[in-house]
T-cell receptor, first 109, second 112 residues
Framework: KQEVTQIPAALSVPEGENLVLNCSFT??????LQWFRQDPGKGLTSLLL?????REQTSGRLNASLDKSSGRSTLYIAASQPGDSATYLC????????FGAGTRLTVKP | DTAVSQTPKYLVTQMGNDKSIKCEQN?????MYWYKQDSKKFLKIMFS???????INETVPNRFSPKSPDKAHLNLHINSLELGDSAVYFC???????????FGSGTRLTVV
């Protein structure tokens, strides 16, 4: 069964801290993996897309890595800011996109 | 300007009614999807259409019927609405089935 798991479910950190969000998935035969951000009551904003042949992608303070063989991806956020507070969703594309339950991040000023 | 647009943004309706949600994408993508986000915020795929053809139909009550008049549009019609249908419904599209997804802003459906 193709499933996506995100740990932790919630995370609270002081402003300025570097942090790592974890995503694991069953079945390593993925096409792509995509990280999204969702603010309360809003839609999904794509952060990073990692193709199955890639090991990592970077955008500004965000870095996502992919280890297909171990079924893991991490999203690294450097120098966190209160504006980073949101739910972060990991999504894996097999025949279609399957989501983890998300990590709710709170960055305190 | 909006890449994937859904209408309406909010929908409040009574049990037993029939309603539709519309979705349009101007990205030229071949594949479109409907997802449901329940009260626990978990996103689950409902349908996938590739170039107007139904590809994936997850375990969804047959009261839900998607319709794709062309590859830029995927509408969701719901018959005999039930309280449990209350959720946020998201439309998405991708250039190919395994490409990066772009999501609409969601339709919050409340059945009373």
């Amino acid at each position: 069964k193709q499933e996506v798991t995100q740990i932790p479910a919630a995370l609270s950190v002081p402003e300025g801290e570097n942090l790592v969000l974890n995503c694991s998935f069953t079945d390593s035969a993925i096409y792509n993996l995509q990280w999204f951000r969702q603010d309360p009551g809003k839609g999904l904003t794509s952060l990073l897309l990692i193709q199955s042949s890639q090991r990592e992608q970077t955008s500004g303070r965000l870095n996502a890595s992919l280890d297909k063989s171990s079924g893991r991806s991490t999203l690294y956020i450097a120098a966190s800011q209160p504006g980073d507070s949101a739910t972060y969703l990991c999504a894996v594309i097999w025949n279609d996109m399957r989501f983890g339950a998300g990590t709710r991040l709170t960055v305190k000023p | 300007d909006t890449a994937v647009s859904q209408t309406p943004k909010y929908l409040v309706t009574q049990m037993g009614n029939d309603k539709s949600i519309k979705c349009e994408q101007n990205l030229g993508h071949d594949t479109m999807y409907w997802y449901k986000q329940d009260s626990k915020k978990f996103l689950k795929i409902m349908f996938s259409y590739n170039n107007k053809e139904l590809i994936i139909n997850e375990t969804v009550p047959n009261r839900f019927s998607p319709k794709s008049p062309d590859k830029a549009h995927l509408n969701l019609h719901i018959n005999s609405l039930e309280l449990g249908d209350s959720a946020v419904y998201f439309c998405a599209s991708s250039p190919v089935r395994w490409g990066g997804y772009t999501f609409g802003s969601g339709t919050r459906l409340t059945v009373v």
